[in-house]
């Protein structure tokens, strides 16, 4: 959510194609090991992942963009990360 109070929706790409993935991957399975359609196979599903990756990439640059194109001046505050560790720890202990 923006501060203008717009409600980004992730898309979720892992889901869209997780039903072919999975098929993908069960027929892997039954292959022998380091054969030429276990390889074929294995190279078909490196593709899929490297689609949703870059699925996602392209999302997030289409995300900044839009959030970035009608802005004029953009405000960054300073996080104290460490302070919230330090706490975390010590509750931990």
Known sequence: MTSDGEFI???KFFR???HRLSKLQVRL????KHSKSWKILKRKIAKLHQLIARQRLDWQFKLAYHLFSDISVIFARRFAALKFTSTLQSEIS
């Open 29 to 32: 399975a039954k292959k022998q």
């Open 16 to 18: 869209l194609c997780e």
């Open 9 to 11: 929706e992730v898309p």
